[in-house]
């Protein structure tokens, strides 16, 4: 497989109008590089306990769906997983040699996860969680070989050669996908536009003179606004939906 320049690269993932689209250009650098499996995952919303709410996560992946199912759908073993851990609390890389490593000082629910992992054949690869540039806020990825390929050294090996510009490609990746609408909370143009004349000090009088309708309509539209983003009041709408790239931002035509 040819491998694009790193340039190439960057280049395609700061165009990226979408989150989908950052995230298959860095896919595709990552298998260009030799791990054909990765997950991105990333919340701006972390508590003391964990990831904070489901709803609030971004995952990206092409990690087998049965996998995906028990890891992050239906089971959320992600929450316990001993590397998704691990890079919760730390920003670098590691490789997944330190899950046998320090197999020993694990309590059940991650060894369930290990068996689990085991199961489905993902059993080599690197996990690089990112520096957080704000509170409340980590992200972090797993590369991985192809399932059932147990070869650590070879992905140590493929590190070796490639994690300067994995690392880099990655964390370019990761800021921009932060700079865009988040897919999992979408606003409708209208809801969109309510919130934003509400969220630059308009009462709910003016926001209507000003986009044309009555003031029962934009109340509607506010309400739907904090369904969709899950929230109780119009303020937390406004944060939530600032936070996530849904509002006072340039959007593509």
Same mark, same amino acid.
């Given at each position: ?6 340039? %190439?690269? #960057?280049?395609?993932?700061v165009?990226?109008t ?10 595709e ?6 791990f ?13 306990? $964990?990831?904070?709410?489901?709803? *609030? ?12 199912? $028990?890891? !992050?759908? *239906?089971?959320?073993r992600?929450k ?24 020993? %000082? ?6 369930? !996860?290990?068996?689990?992992? #085991?199961?489905? +054949?993902?059993?080599?690869?690197? %996990?690089?969680?990112?520096r ?7 992200? +972090? ?9 147990? *070869? ?11 994690? *300067?510009? #994995? ?8 800021l921009?996908?932060?700079? #865009?609408?988040?897919?999992r ?7 969109t ?23 029962? %309509? ?11 983003l ?5 303020a ?10 849904q ?7």
């Open positions: 497989m040819t491998i694009k320049n790193i340039q %190439t690269v #960057l280049r395609n993932i165009d990226a979408s989150a989908e689209t950052a995230w298959q250009h860095l896919l650098a990552i298998q260009e590089r030799g054909p499996l990765a997950m991105y995952a990333y919340t701006r919303f972390r508590t003391a306990n $964990g990831m904070g709410e489901e709803g *609030d996560h971004l995952v990206m992946s092409n990690y087998p769906t049965e996998f995906i199912k $028990g890891f !992050v759908l *239906d089971q959320e992600y316990v997983a001993p590397m998704a851990k691990w890079a919760l609390e730390n920003n670098g890389v590691r490789s997944w040699r330190s899950i046998s490593e320090n197999y020993h %000082t694990f309590d059940d629910a991650q060894k369930e !996860v290990v068996a689990f992992n #085991l199961k489905h +054949g993902m059993m080599a690869g690197f %996990t690089l969680g990112f957080p540039s704000r509170s409340h806020e980590k992200a +972090g990825m797993g590369f991985a070989l192809s399932p059932f390929d147990d *070869d650590q050294d070879k992905a140590d090996a493929l590190w070796a050669a490639h994690g *300067d510009d #994995l690392s880099m490609i990655s964390e370019v990746a990761h921009r996908i932060m700079s #865009l609408p988040l897919p909370r979408v606003l409708t143009p209208r809801q536009e309510v919130l934003e004349w509400v969220g630059s000090g308009k009462s709910i009088a003016d926001a209507a003179e000003i986009i044309g309708l009555t003031q029962r %309509t934009v109340e509607k539209h506010l309400r739907l606004a904090r369904e969709a899950g929230v109780q009041t119009t937390q709408a406004i944060h939530k939906a600032s936070v996530y790239n509002i006072f931002t340039e959007r593509p035509n």
